[in-house]
């Protein structure tokens, strides 16, 4: 028998296992000594701890504690990788929006003749961006029509590729463009647009070797920018994109889930 409350409810024993008969007050305590206790109502069943034979809860097996740990570990893998997605899926548009291309570049050097040479500057590319960095002396830029620079014998082909082509003109061929000019640079960027060019005049030499380091650069057909309104195209990639990993996460919370509810059962 064990007490609870100030009431006594009565065992039997079975080996090493004490099952729940009932109340003393309900249960014919003599049949227990002349009857089969296999033929009482045995409820729950409890397990002898101890030389004083004190009666405890039953352990729960140790396949159903192994299947709590591993359904907490399949919830927090789960949970954590939805995480991961979610702050992917903020993040993507950032980069998607961008673009992802490639760049192109060339470069020359130019030596500078004096003060009284203009170098145009044109690309047959379309769209680039010219950088001009100078050593030894300083120049004043204008960026003009292409249209602008003269035709030979007014303008010597210093260089020509498909990317850059660089002119040297007299400045006197120019004299109508000269008060344009402005700045007072030592490097000095431009976009340039299809039929512009940029006009670089060093307007002041302070080394016997001066020279201007002239880099192109343009942006490789075929690269990868969402223009205008790309807000479906970007929702579809990014549904393409994370739906297998919300998927997967989904499926170890729901099996980490199932698999708890499991060990909690009787």
Same mark, same amino acid.
């Given at each position: 028998?064990?007490?609870?409350?100030?009431?006594? *409810?009565?065992?039997?024993?079975?080996?090493?296992?004490?099952?729940?008969?009932?109340?003393?007050?309900?249960?014919?305590?003599?049949?227990?000594?002349?009857?089969?206790?296999?033929?009482?109502?045995?409820?729950?069943? *409890?397990?002898?701890?101890?030389?004083?034979?004190?009666?405890?809860?039953?352990?729960?097996?140790?396949?159903?504690?192994?299947?709590?740990?591993?359904?907490?570990?399949?919830?927090?893998?789960? =949970?954590?990788?939805?995480?991961?997605?979610?702050?992917?899926?903020?993040?993507?548009? *950032?980069?998607?929006?961008?673009?992802?291309?490639?760049?192109?570049?060339?470069?020359?050097?130019?030596?500078?003749?004096?003060?009284?040479?203009?170098?145009?500057?044109?690309?047959?590319?379309?769209?680039?961006?010219?950088?001009?960095?100078?050593?030894?002396?300083?120049?004043?830029?204008?960026?003009?029509? =292409?249209?602008?620079?003269?035709?030979?014998?007014?303008? !010597?082909?210093?260089?020509?590729?498909?990317?850059?082509?660089? *002119?040297?003109?007299?400045?006197?061929?120019?004299?109508?463009?000269?008060?344009?000019?402005?700045?007072?640079?030592? !490097?000095?960027?431009?976009?340039?647009?299809?039929?512009?060019?940029?006009?670089?005049?060093?307007?002041?030499?302070?080394?016997?070797?001066?020279?201007?380091?002239?880099?192109?650069?343009?942006?490789?057909?075929?690269?990868?920018?969402?223009?205008?309104?790309?807000?479906?195209?970007?929702?579809?990639?990014? =549904?393409?994109?994370?739906?297998?990993?919300?998927?997967?996460?989904?499926?170890?919370?729901?099996?980490?889930?199932?698999?708890?509810?499991?060990?909690?059962?009787?």
């Amino acid at each position: 028998m064990k007490s609870v409350g100030g009431k006594e *409810y009565v065992y039997v024993k079975h080996g090493r296992i004490w099952h729940y008969v009932g109340p003393l007050d309900k249960v014919n305590v003599s049949s227990l000594l002349v009857e089969p206790t296999t033929a009482l109502p045995l409820n729950v069943a *409890y397990e002898e701890v101890g030389d004083g034979e004190r009666v405890s809860g039953k352990s729960k097996p140790a396949i159903k504690v192994a299947a709590v740990v591993l359904a907490l570990i399949l919830i927090a893998i789960g =949970a954590a990788l939805a995480a991961l997605t979610v702050l992917s899926a903020l993040l993507l548009p *950032y980069f998607m929006v961008g673009g992802i291309g490639m760049e192109a570049s060339l470069s020359t050097e130019i030596p500078v003749n004096g003060t009284g040479i203009v170098y145009a500057i044109l690309s047959s590319e379309g769209q680039v961006s010219i950088s001009v960095a100078a050593q030894g002396s300083r120049f004043k830029a204008l960026v003009a029509p =292409a249209s602008s620079v003269p035709k030979p014998p007014n303008a !010597s082909r210093l260089m020509e590729s498909r990317t850059l082509t660089v *002119y040297s003109v007299g400045a006197e061929s120019l004299s109508n463009l000269l008060p344009s000019f402005s700045g007072d640079h030592t !490097s000095y960027s431009a976009a340039l647009e299809p039929e512009q060019a940029l006009f670089v005049w060093p307007h002041e030499v302070s080394a016997s070797q001066a020279s201007l380091k002239v880099t192109v650069t343009k942006r490789l057909e075929g690269a990868t920018q969402f223009r205008g309104d790309g807000t479906p195209v970007i929702a579809a990639t990014i =549904a393409l994109v994370l739906a297998p990993r919300l998927l997967v996460a989904a499926a170890l919370i729901a099996g980490g889930y199932l698999l708890y509810r499991w060990s909690r059962s009787d």
